[in-house]
């Protein structure tokens, strides 16, 4: 006979809430600690004394949500040394953690990068999750099936192409000409891919954007990319993937961020505000494939330089990235920047592999230019 186990292990007191907690209520033993969240979210929604009490527990003795996910907590194995260390244990085993390809298989002038970074400040994120302990916690973005923190390939790929946009483009508006305005757009829509909102007829979105920003480039930006493809003018321009492949990024902690918002009458906190996040000194590694399709059949020395070239062009915008402008949601609030060190990590190339390890992320830029290619 089947039961949902929401109304099965519900209820509507402190007391249910510190039994689930403790992972056995009502006879029942629930040993995972996200499910032990979730369930919290059907005696929180039961009650509203007892929300805050599920969500904070008790300001002296610790308990509810806070004490699950807590990363410091030292009782009842946070959850970050339990589902977190676990979960990444079977992703690896799976094959599942982002590893290096077999670049001899790839066409000439293919490279791998790879990093390991530590946030300086906390990565926060939103979650779809419609289901949770409270409406007053924003659950950080988790992997559908581990319940790992991560930060997904196209979020990489959407900000790593904003800050290459803002540094190249927006920052050098005034000092480049139209036709060089127009080929920086051209070499970043071959690597990130076609811009975003590019139609038949009209632009919006991205491709407005840059538009916008210098009108008498467009002619020569389109004129660029149609012969790039052999299009006629009467074809519309396509839509096409770029030379870089983002991979997902899972973080091995979590914690919980709050915000008390004050009373500008009586300067005392009216409602604590709880954000899941991941913390300051967690760890996650950066992984990016570049496979530059589009130049197959090209002389050699012309892929070399262009592999090189563009390189140099996202190293440059994965230092702005990590220790300028940051990585998370609130990011003009300084969220979601990295340490300046680099834990471990690698440039690959067909003919071999230049060590990133120990190195600074700030010097990035100048490290690829030791890189070599066949």
């Not at 004490?67 to 599942?96: G, M, V």
């Not at 973005?141 to 946009?165: E, H, I, N, Q």
């Not at 990319?225 to 396509?238: F, I, V």
Request: proline share 6%; with cysteine.
């Amino acid at each position: 006979m089947s039961y949902d186990l929401y109304v099965e292990l519900g209820g509507s007191t402190q007391q249910d809430v510190d039994a689930l907690i403790k992972g056995e209520h009502k006879g029942i033993e629930v040993s995972d600690i996200f499910e032990r969240i979730r369930l919290l979210a059907g005696i929180a929604a039961r009650d509203e004394g007892t929300k805050d009490y599920a969500v904070g527990g008790d300001r002296k003795r610790g308990g509810g949500y806070k004490s699950l996910a807590h990363a410091t907590q030292p009782e009842n194995t946070p959850y970050a040394q339990n589902l977190i260390r676990l979960a990444l244990d079977q992703l690896r085993s799976l094959h599942l953690i982002p590893t290096a390809p077999d670049l001899q298989a790839l066409p000439p002038g293919s490279w791998f990068l790879q990093f390991t970074f530590t946030l300086a400040k906390p990565w926060m994120s939103k979650d779809d999750d419609p289901f949770y302990v409270a409406e007053s916690v924003n659950p950080v973005r988790k992997d559908k099936v581990f319940k790992v923190p991560m930060m997904s390939a196209s979020s990489w790929k959407g900000l790593l192409r904003w800050t290459v946009m803002h540094i190249h483009l927006v920052q050098k508006e005034d000092s480049l000409s139209p036709e060089q305005f127009a080929q920086e757009r051209l070499d970043q829509t071959l690597l990130f891919g076609d811009e975003k909102g590019e139609e038949p007829g009209q632009t919006k979105d991205l491709a407005a954007y840059l538009d916008a920003l210098k009108p008498e480039a467009r002619q020569e930006y389109e004129r660029l990319l149609r012969a790039c493809y052999e299009l006629k003018s009467a074809e519309p321009l396509p839509h096409h993937s770029g030379r870089l492949t983002f991979y997902p990024t899972f973080f091995n902690l979590i914690d919980v961020e709050v915000i008390n918002p004050h009373s500008r009458v009586t300067k005392a906190g009216t409602h604590p505000i709880y954000l899941e996040c991941v913390p300051q000194g967690a760890k996650g590694a950066f992984s990016l494939l570049y496979v530059p399709f589009d130049l197959i059949g090209a002389d050699v020395s012309q892929i070399r330089q262009q592999a090189l070239a563009d390189l140099q062009l996202v190293a440059e915008g994965l230092q702005a990235l990590f220790l300028t402008y940051g990585f998370s949601a609130k990011r003009t609030s300084g969220y979601g920047v990295a340490e300046d060190e680099i834990l471990k990590g690698e440039i690959k190339t067909k003919t071999g592999r230049h060590d990133l390890t120990g190195k600074k992320l700030s010097q990035l830029a100048h490290e690829v230019r030791n890189v070599s290619f066949p």
